[in-house]
């Protein structure tokens, strides 16, 4: 129960960190936006160190470094699948793949589930499309390259999830410090090489910082999720984190819910009854 709340509070933290990334990349461009989210992020991680402790073993950097990469894939294949769309159809590719890979993972692992989690983890999965598509998900047809760019999107994701549940359970927050600085490095070169395209216009900065803080707390409640329960549990939970973002966008932008999200999120509330009675 304790890493389904985490995994819950994770879930919620990533969806308000998308939302506000979201608000803060229509001023200006995306890489201005994410210029001063990641090192925000960093920061918080970095005055968490003292207080929840870090070992920077060897394991610990290496998988810590492999999540920085996989998040700063993640970055450039989901907004770039986003940008050839249709959104509707692409976003739930890339969340169920998202969800998927890690619960595979965790099964392979050896991880059991309970005769609820055989009932609720499928249903949670079905939540997860439903919760992230919109409306007239019927309406257009991806092309092929879109599509293997939505499931590497995913994939890169998951990656991030599994690598940093890889890392030394006694490692502190040392594998989401090494992650945040290898995608913070990467993030700031390919904003140097492209600084030209950029534009002039300036971010919303306390809006993207505040997007920064969430992803960080997002990641933390995720690997104390991750180190308490199962894999395969968690990572389909904080996959619901669209939940999240399409309830803020109904209260802050009086955004309509479509039909099929309100199912999603029924059905994403009847999956976490489930998964908590596992």
């Known amino acids: 129960m304790f890493a389904l709340l985490l995994a819950l509070g994770s879930s919620l933290a990533y969806g308000c960190a998308d939302f506000l990334g979201g608000l803060g990349a229509r001023k200006a461009h995306v890489l201005r936006t994410v210029m001063i989210a990641a090192p925000a992020s960093l ?25 920085g990469v996989a998040s700063a894939a993640a970055f450039a294949l ?9 959104m509707n159809v692409l976003s739930p590719v890339t969340a169920l ?47 092929r390259t879109a599509l293997l760019l939505a499931f590497g999107a995913g994939a ?65 409640l995720f690997l ?15 996959a619901l984190y669209p939940a999240g973002t399409v309830l803020l966008a109904r209260g802050v932008l009086a955004e309509r819910i479509h039909r099929g999200q309100l199912v999603g999120l029924g059905t994403a509330a009847v999956a976490v009854s489930l998964l908590a009675l596992t």
């Open 43 to 67: 920061v918080v991680e970095l005055l968490l160190w003292p207080v929840l402790g870090a070992s920077f073993s060897a394991d610990t950097l290496g998988w810590g470094a492999a999540s």
């Open 78 to 86: 989901l907004y770039r699948t986003l940008a050839i769309g249709p």
């Open 97 to 143: 793949v998202s969800a998927a890979l890690p619960v595979g993972v965790g099964l392979l692992q050896g991880e059991h589930l309970a005769a609820t989690g055989l009932v609720g983890l499928p249903l949670a999965l079905v939540a997860v499309v439903l919760v992230s598509a919109g409306h007239g998900t019927r309406s257009a047809r991806p092309s």
């Open 156 to 220: 890169a994701i998951a990656l991030q999830l599994i690598f940093l549940h890889q890392a030394p359970s006694g490692s502190g927050v040392a594998p989401l410090i090494v992650g945040r600085a290898v995608s913070s490095a990467v993030t700031l070169v390919a904003a140097g090489a492209m600084y030209g395209r950029l534009g002039s216009e300036r971010p919303a900065y306390a809006m993207s910082a505040a997007a920064g803080v969430l992803d960080s707390v997002a990641n933390l």
């Open 224 to 238: 104390f999720a991750a180190r308490s329960g199962d894999l395969a549990v968690v990572a389909v939970i904080v």
